[in-house]
């Protein structure tokens, strides 16, 4: 008995040793738990102190500040004899890539888009009428054209017994074109030249500069583009924001945008009916694109898909699908 009675408290002072070993950790588990919630709730609200102090001090572009505007980016056309269509695809790549990396773009898919393929004429060129039409449609804003317009090829070397060494210069010449969708226009045409020289050296007679030179076009190709983009940017910030009203569904409106645009939930979105062409009847000229009617307000109230959100009335009828929308700051008080 007096064996059975020291196992037996043995027993239970080991367990009160677990338990009290495992108290401080639960306890600050607990507590972990207890700062993580409120530190993620404080970088929240932060984020939104910081936006509506932001759009307070731009009262009238907060679009710029927190919407990121939706871009279609066209394959370029290669009218140098030089590449064909894998040089095309590179500089298309090449402008996608840059946008990607910004903030203030969406870089859409053509792929997306329905009927795309009809605004391409036999010859290759655009039909622009019909590209702003379809553009319109998914809320683009901005198109982004561009042209090789050529590619010229310089080598010079001297020849040391049986090496050989040549400099080979390659220079691009390209065009990049902003087009704003909603006045249909060009907001933006850069030109610009760049050239990339190597130096090979390698045995006399052995000639594979076929795939060194269109590497270099590539290289020059995107230097001529990185030059260009800081101007083309600062062109594109002065577009404004908008999205589309994509599907209705009895009291919930389906908008093209949502969190990766930068739309946020109970944010205020302006309807628009669908820009009209206004035509100057004396010269038969079209001097601009209306904005459309005004119909009403809508309150974003949730998410959905990969870049959706779902509104409802706050205020106005009338709305339909592909009516534009277009973000709403209230007057300052």
Known sequence: MPVLAFLLSLTLAGCSFLILSKAPESDAERELASVEEPAKETKAKKREAELRDSIRENPEEPTKLSLRKRVLVLPFQNQSNFGETELSQFATDEVKNSLKSLDSFVVVNETELRDLDKAVLPNGDLDMPKLFEVARAHGIVALVTGKIKNITVKEKGNQIGIFQTRYNTIQAHVQLELWEVLQQKPLSTKDFTAEVTEENTKVFGNRTLASKESSQAEGAISEA???????????????????????????????????????TRNQILRVFGDAEPIIDKESGLMIGMAPGRFKGLLKVVDFFGEDGAIAIVHSGAGFQEKDRVEAFTPPNP
């Not at 594109?236 to 093209?256: E, F, M, V």
Request: proline share 3%; charged share 20%; aromatic share 12%.
């Open 225 to 263: 583009i990185q030059q260009m983009l800081p101007s083309f940017y600062s062109e594109a910030q002065r577009l404004g924001w908008s999205g589309r009203i994509a599907k209705i569904d009895l009291h919930r409106y389906y908008i093209n945008a949502g969190e990766l645009s930068g739309v």
